[in-house]
Nanobody
Framework: QVQLVESGGGLVQAGGSLRLSCAAS????????WAWYRQAPGKQRELVAR???????SYADSVKGRFTISRDNAKNTVYLQMNSLKPEDTAIFYC????????????WGQGTQVTVSS
């Protein structure tokens, strides 16, 4: 089992920055990849950024050049640095951890609200 707790959300003006944190505990050595998803009101949850066990990263086109995902192994924490925020980035952001064993469902945090005002 892996537990994920997100923090760092809040209200920010357009053009501003926020850094989200995802603190992980439990059997984190069983995780193959970490990701951030978001879900805006009335929309489906979408993948924002992903970082693999080996450190490779990937991003949704809508956030490339603005968001950066990183990982601090010593703190068991995954971050999402968000710069140049836009009102359309407003959503609940969720941390996700995908196990090495594919038969085990991915783990999710409870989410943190990000609101960007225009």
């Amino acid at each position: 089992q892996v537990q994920l707790v997100e923090s760092g959300g809040g209200l920010v003006q357009a053009g501003g920055s926020l850094r989200l944190s995802c603190a992980a505990s439990g059997n984190i050595f069983s995780i193959n990849a970490w990701a951030w998803y978001r879900q805006a009101p009335g929309k489906q949850r979408e993948l924002v950024a992903r970082i693999t066990r080996g450190g490779s990263t990937s991003y949704a086109d809508s956030v490339k050049g603005r968001f950066t995902i990183s990982r601090d192994n010593a703190k068991n924490t995954v971050y999402l640095q968000m710069n140049s925020l836009k009102p359309e980035d407003t959503a609940i952001f969720y941390c996700n951890a995908v196990p090495l064993i594919l038969a085990i469902p991915a783990y999710w945090g409870q989410g943190t609200q990000v609101t960007v005002s225009s």
